[in-house]
Every structure is written in structure tokens, then in C-alpha cells.
């Protein structure tokens, strides 16, 4: 039986889980808008190399549970929150001619 704080934990998990694999699909597309054509290769390379640094250094993360147990679940919410925020700062393209 799952006691009462294993259920939140599940329910922010599979969020979270969600929500990295939508950001992880939408970010080539996104990023291919975004830059310029002769920028374009070096910007999704870029995003491909943070995105798998990120997914090599998430199960670190976890290790550091033995220091505070909420840790990990703390610094995944404030990576995603600075995300967030920072990317009301890109700017928009729509009907704006490329370079």
C-alpha cells in the first residue's frame, strides 16, 4: 500500500517526466525557427549536447539525496521554473522576414 507522501512524489515524477519529454521533442523545431540558416546545424547541436549532458547528470542528481532527501526534487523545480522564466525572453518571429 503507498502511504500518503509516495503519491504527490509519484504525480510530480510523472509531470515532470512529461513535461522533459514534450521540451525535448519541441526544442529541435523550435530551435530550427529560431536561428538563421547558416547558424541553424551548430544551434540544434548545441541543444542536442545540453540536452544529453542534462540526461547524463540527472541520475547524479539523485545521489545527492543522501545529503537532503528533497534535494533532488528541489533542484529539478528550480532548473524548470529559471527555464520557464528565461524563455519569455526569446524573442518572437512571427511575421518578421528572416535573415
Known sequence: MMDAE???R???GMVGKCTISATFGIIFVYTAE???TPLRGVAVGICALS???GGMVCPLVF???VIWTPIPLVLFTIVSILTAILSFFLPETKGLRMP
Do not use: C, K, T, V
Open 6 to 8: 509516495g503519491i504527490p
Open 63 to 65: 545521489i545527492l539525496s
Open 51 to 53: 540536452a544529453r549532458i
Open 34 to 36: 529560431l536561428y538563421p
Open 10 to 12: 509519484i504525480i510530480i
